[in-house]
């Protein structure tokens, strides 16, 4: 006959590991359903960030909530990439039309240039509800980490310099949470993947 020593030693391990598979399980049903239907999946990109708009007004995540958001993050001395993108963003802004509830937040890379009056003034040559943002060294150093940025400066003649910089649109939701890079490539996919959002 047995001895009830070693079912005693087996039980204790027993319960934790059951223990431990319902911890799992609810971790795992928070995760995947309780998100509010039709949300993005958890993602690493994005987060909490505290910049001035361009028209003087300090601002956080908070304030784009409401409506989908195409953060691009570039600088207004970019010879090619940053105005190319906007312009493509502003076409697909105008396919969606006037009344669509979007908005385009152009993030500076380059803040030591772009303040926030030169980011109002270069970004009036693109769709009006393409806004830029700029702030200290540090909060943008911020953002850029949030959203996985990469950004390096590249010294020129002098003084002078560009920045070497991603050159992703990333698409937001609602909530400012990252739903997806926008396919720029392919103007009438953006335009339906925004609607998906709105």
């Known amino acids: 006959m047995a001895s009830p020593a070693p079912r005693r030693q087996l039980t204790l391990p027993l319960v934790v590991l059951g223990l431990s598979l319902v911890l799992l399980a609810g971790a795992i049903g928070?995760?995947?359903?309780?998100?509010?239907?039709?949300?993005?999946?958890?993602?690493?990109?994005?987060?909490?960030?505290?910049?001035?708009?361009?028209?003087?007004?300090?601002?956080?995540?908070?304030?784009?909530?409401?409506?989908?958001?195409?953060?691009?993050?570039?600088?207004?001395?970019?010879?090619?990439?940053?105005?190319?993108?906007?312009?493509?963003?502003?076409?697909?802004?105008?396919?969606?039309?006037?009344?669509?509830?979007?908005?385009?937040?152009?993030?500076?890379?380059?803040?030591?240039?772009?303040?926030?009056?030169?980011?109002?003034?270069?970004?009036?040559?693109?769709?009006?509800?393409?806004?830029?943002?700029?702030?200290d060294r540090a909060s943008i150093d911020a953002m850029l980490k949030t959203y996985r940025v990469y950004s390096k400066k590249i010294p020129g003649e002098g003084e002078g310099y560009t920045m070497d910089h991603s050159a992703i649109v990333y698409l937001m939701d609602r909530q400012m949470r990252f739903v997806n890079a926008l396919p720029l490539q392919d103007q009438d996919r953006a335009a339906r993947e925004i609607q998906r959002w709105m």
């Open 30 to 135: 928070l995760t995947f359903f309780a998100r509010d239907p039709g949300a993005p999946a958890p993602s690493a990109i994005g987060g909490p960030f505290q910049l001035v708009y361009q028209d003087g007004r300090k601002v956080t995540q908070d304030d784009f909530k409401g409506q989908p958001a195409l953060v691009f993050f570039g600088y207004t001395h970019c010879p090619d990439v940053c105005p190319t993108t906007l312009f493509e963003l502003s076409e697909i802004l105008r396919k969606l039309g006037p009344a669509a509830k979007v908005r385009g937040v152009f993030v500076t890379v380059d803040p030591e240039r772009d303040t926030p009056e030169l980011m109002k003034t270069y970004l009036s040559s693109f769709d009006p509800r393409i806004g830029g943002l700029s702030g």
